[in-house]
Nanobody
Framework: QLQLVESGGGLVQPGGSLRLSCAAS????????VGWFRQAPGAEREGVSW????????DYADAVKGRFTISRDNAKKSVYLQMNSLNSEDTAVYYC?????????????????WGQGTQVTVSS
């Protein structure tokens, strides 16, 4: 059974950092593009970043460019999202998602498999 499990969320002060992890089980991440999405209360799910299965292609939403970095370690079957300079607008549930192939999208409908999400709260 294909599963994705996010971890690393929590409460952080404005300006702080968090590193989210997305671990795959039941399948090998090689050959799968992985994306990070987030959903704040009352808001639609939005794309944050994605990374191709080779790691050679990445994309970021304008709101996080220069602050977030996506990376992957296929040997560990994991994808990471390093989040720096966090602010209150980054507060949301963060989800990782996977799709077979080398191309991603900021459109959540592009991805076939989803994790359960991890809460990130930025507050003083």
């Amino acid at each position: 059974q294909l599963q994705l499990v996010e971890s690393g969320g929590g409460l952080v002060q404005p300006g702080g950092s968090l590193r989210l992890s997305c671990a795959a089980s039941g399948f090998i991440l090689d050959g799968w593009t992985v994306g990070w999405f987030r959903q704040a209360p009352g808001a639609e799910r939005e794309g944050v970043s994605w990374i191709s299965f080779s790691g050679g292609i990445t994309d970021y939403a304008d709101a996080v460019k220069g602050r977030f970095t996506i990376s992957r370690d296929n040997a560990k079957k994991s994808v990471y999202l390093q989040m720096n300079s966090l602010n209150s607008e980054d507060t949301a549930v963060y989800y990782c998602a996977a799709r077979r192939g080398n191309i991603g999208s900021m459109n959540w409908g592009w991805f076939a498999y989803w994790g359960q999400g991890t809460q990130v709260t930025v507050s003083s």
